[in-house]
Nanobody, 121 residues
Framework: QVQLVESGGGSVQAGGSLRLSCVAS????????MGWFRQAPGKEREFVAA???????YYADSVKGRFTISRDNAKNTVSLQMNSLKPEDTTVYYC???????????????WGQGTQVTVSS
């Protein structure tokens, strides 16, 4: 069980960039898979990206080539660099952490409170 706090959301124009950050605390957060989901109103929560404790990365097809996930195990943080943003990227982004790869790619584990990303056309 870990506690997660996201930051870095905001409003940008299409083609712009944002960097989201998530700080983890609790039991051995550096050994957890960590990742990001997003959920728009009326939509199912969608996997975006994940990273293992060895920094192996995974991405949804919709964000490959545009988003980059990274982590700093010493600081217990994970970041999501979002470039070439599109209006369809507009939604709330949630940080998640779990020791299981399957969990982090499906339902997620522990959750942060979410941070709003808005991309205007």
């Amino acid at each position: 069980q870990v506690q997660l706090v996201e930051s870095g959301g905001g409003s940008v124009q299409a083609g712009g960039s944002l960097r989201l950050s998530c700080v983890a605390s609790g039991r051995n957060p550096s050994m957890y898979y960590m990742g990001w989901f997003r959920q728009a109103p009326g939509k199912e929560r969608e996997f975006v990206a994940a990273i293992s404790w060895m920094s192996v990365t995974y991405y949804a097809d919709s964000v490959k080539g545009r988003f980059t996930i990274s982590r700093d195990n010493a600081k217990n943080t994970v970041s999501l660099q979002m470039n070439s943003l599109k209006p369809e990227d507009t939604t709330v982004y949630y940080c998640t952490a779990d020791p299981s790869y399957e969990k982090i790619r499906t339902t997620g584990g522990s959750w942060g409170q979410g941070t709003q990303v808005t991309v205007s056309s």
